[in-house]
Structure formats: C-alpha cells, structure tokens
C-alpha cells in the first residue's frame, strides 16, 4: 500500500478536528473536549516541548563544533542576523502599507466596540498586568543583552521561554571545541554527533503521532474559543473581520510573495519549497508556537531541504527566538487598527515609531502561544494608544496567533536556506 504523506496525514488531522469541535459545540459536549481531547493534544505539545533544550544544546555544539574554523562562525552569524532584521523591517512596512490602505479601525461601529472591550475587559487587566511585569524587567535598554548570558546553565535550561542563554552557552562550548586541538576533543565531538542522530529520530517517532495531536489540539480549541453557542464565535468572527484580513493579506504576501522572492534567489523551486516545508507550517499553525515547532522546523531543514547541520543547528534556534516576521507584521496591523478604532489619528512619526518598536517587540516576543499580543502593549505605549484598546482584538487572537506563528517559522526556514545557498556558492568558488 502507498504510504501517506505526513503532511496530508496532519492536515487531515487539522480537518477532523475542525469538524469534530464543530460537532461538539453543535451538541453542547464542549466539556467532553475539554476532559478527554485537549490532554491529548497537550502531550503531544509536551512531546515537542520537550526536546527544545537538548535539541538546540545538542545540535548546536555538534553545528558549530562541526566547523572547519572560527571565520566560518563569524560569517554565518553577521549574516544571519542581519537577514533576520532586514526581514522583519520589510515585514512591518508591508503591514503597515495594508492597514493604512485598508483602514479596518474605521469600519466598526462604536456600539459593537464597547460590546467586546466589555466583554474582554477582565482578560485585558490580566495581559497589560503580565505585559507590564516584562516591561518592567526590560526596562532598562541593555538589558536584553544582559538576559543573554546565563548565570547558571541548568536554571535557564529548565525554562522554554530562555532559549537564549542555552543558546549562547552552547555557541561558546561549540567554538571553544573548534579551537582545541582535534586529538583532545574527537571523543566529545563523536558523543555529540552520534546524540544529535539519536534526537532527529526521537523527533521522528514523535511526529508519527503529530495527526492525533493536532487533531486534539484544534478541535479543543474550536470548543473554548465557541463556548457553547457557534452564533457567538461567527457574531465576534464578523466584527473582526476586516482587521484579520489585513493581517491575513499582509501575512499571505510576506510568505508567497517576499519569502517566495528569496527562495527563487536563493536557486530554489517555489513550488517544490512550500510543498517540502508543508508539514512543518502544519505543526506551527496547530501549536501556535515557533519553540515547539522548533525540533521539526530542524528535522525538515536538514532532511527535505538539504540544510546541512552547521547552519540549520544555528540559523533556526536562533530565528525560533528573534526572528518573527509575522509577529511583527501582525503587531503594526493591531497598533494602527486599534488607534483608528479608537478614533485616533496617527501621524508619520507615529508610525515611524511603530516601526521601531514592533521590530524590537517582536525579538523580544517569546516563541509561545500569545506571546505576541502580550509584547504588542509596547507598540501601543510607544504611541500613546490606551492598552486597553486589546481588547478589541482579543477574539481573534488565538486565531491570527496559528497563522503568524506559521509566518514566523517560514520566515525562519526561508533565511537557513539563503544562507546554506550562499555557503555553497563560497564553497564551490574556494575550490
Ligand atoms: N506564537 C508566536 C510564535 O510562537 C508568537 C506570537 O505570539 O506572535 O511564534
């Protein structure tokens, strides 16, 4: 018998989970969901969540030990980065040249606006209160920087959302392996490489059980988002429409349009690209998370695009963290659909600030479920829109939250593929 594709296997996933919440909130068996599906989509999270720590530890020491010298390093990083940010500039203009044009704050009625700022006041308190603890603890500019260096390994590697110390801690013991003699570290670089075999083919075993997760994961979704009434989740869908359409366009041009553009520079089939990075966007958009979709973005890079190691065990790691196109994007679009909901106008500057600030909050955004609306409070204070005005996108957020993350973690792949295709053309031309 022919095998299934993994990816038509999720998206099946996707479709009888849609359908099955459907079912369930039609016969008011939303709290059936609740106790016997969602655990089950939750250990599939866990399962991914799990091996985010040694995954990037693992493959990173193995990447950056695997370099022939130090140069090499140096090359890839300056690039990487300065790719990454040049994206996520691109990625907050395009949102706000949609927003302006298609201006989604004037179309709802003042009545409707109250109805949800009421409705989700108490939820806001709770996201400007978690909002306002972060800022807090990065109030000070360099502080980013600081967060960086881990004080104590095994405190950050027991925390998802601090993914950059075990990062910078794995960087610094890869170099220190490349510039110690072969003889003294051959033992610890063969333990390293036969490790990062040993955890591809974990992730492998767990995305066998990814359809049953992501079917679990969205049909339970669908029964809290709805409650026990569809009409509530289509009335709240209606009003919203417009702005998730200015994200959704923006979105929906950044991925086939600008990342397309890059996949053809970089020498690449766009179709056979979105065909092979397909799977992976599935598993982003069920988990709305770029850090538990990590072990698969790696997984797919090394095995279906041909990304080798040493740039996919850095490049990716580090986008699952800073890199956030679509965070970015969706945050412009909030910033200035919320202002104009609120009747405000804002001038050039105003958005030349939140061109800056929703660069800086997307980096600064964790690769979790919501974390980009929490982050998003920095934008409207940089203008001087009321935080309180989240609440007019709240409803929707879950949703355009599995389709950035989705948009994050493209942009991610698309960037690792530029790089190995320029390492190859360095490659061929020194030899
Ligand atoms: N959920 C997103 C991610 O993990 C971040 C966000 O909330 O925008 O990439």
Not at 41 to 57: C, D, I, S
Request: aromatic share 8%.
């Amino acid at each position: 018998m022919k095998k299934i594709p993994l990816h038509v296997k999720i998206l099946s996933g996707i479709l009888f989970g849609a359908i099955f919440g459907l079912l369930l909130v039609y016969y008011s068996m939303g709290s059936f969901a609740i106790t016997w599906i969602k655990p089950i989509g939750l250990m599939f999270l866990n399962m991914l969540k799990v091996m985010a720590v040694p995954l990037v530890f693992i493959s990173l020491v193995s990447g950056v030990s695997s370099l022939r010298d130090i140069n090499t390093f140096k090359r890839i990083g300056v690039k990487t980065i300065a790719i990454y940010i040049t994206t996520t500039f691109v990625a907050v203009l395009l949102g706000l040249f949609i927003v302006n044009i298609i201006d989604p704050g004037k179309a709802l009625s003042a009545t409707k606006r109250e109805e949800i700022r009421a409705k989700y006041a108490e939820n806001v308190s709770k996201k400007t209160a978690d909002a306002s603890e972060q800022i807090k603890s990065k109030a000070h500019p360099m502080q980013f920087f600081v967060d960086m260096i881990p004080t104590n390994i095994f405190k950050s590697a027991s925390d998802n959302t601090q993914m950059l110390p075990v990062i910078v801690f794995a960087m610094i013991f890869g170099i220190a392996m490349v510039v110690t003699p072969v003889e003294k570290v051959n033992g610890v670089r063969i333990l390293f490489e036969s490790l990062n075999e040993v955890i591809l083919k974990m992730i492998d075993i767990i995305m066998e059980f990814a359809p049953l997760g992501v079917f679990a994961l969205i049909s339970s979704l669908i029964v809290e988002f709805a409650g026990d009434s569809i009409a509530n989740a289509i009335d709240l869908f209606k009003a919203l429409g417009l702005y998730s359409l200015s994200v959704l366009i923006g979105l929906a041009i950044m991925v086939y349009v600008i990342y397309g553009a890059i996949v053809i520079l970089a020498g690449k089939k766009y179709f056979t690209f979105f065909r092979k990075i397909l799977p992976v966007q599935m598993v982003a958009f069920s988990t709305s998370s770029s850090s538990a979709t990590l072990p698969v973005t790696m997984d797919a890079c090394e095995k279906e695009l041909g990304i080798s190691n040493e740039v996919a065990s850095f490049v990716l790691p580090v986008g699952a963290t800073v890199n956030m196109d679509g965070t970015s994007l969706y945050q412009s679009v909030a910033a200035v659909f919320i202002a104009g909901a609120m009747g405000m106008e804002l001038t050039l500057s105003d958005q030349a600030t939140i061109v800056i600030t929703a660069v800086l909050a997307s980096i600064g955004s964790a690769g979790v479920p919501g974390a980009g609306m929490v982050m998003l409070v920095i934008v409207l204070n940089s203008i001087g829109v009321p935080t309180e005005g989240i609440a007019l996108i709240f409803a929707v957020d879950r949703i355009l939250d599995m389709f950035r993350t989705t948009v994050n973690v493209t942009g991610d792949m698309v960037v690792a593929t530029l790089i190995q295709e320029s390492e190859n053309k360095r490659k061929v031309k020194n030899v």
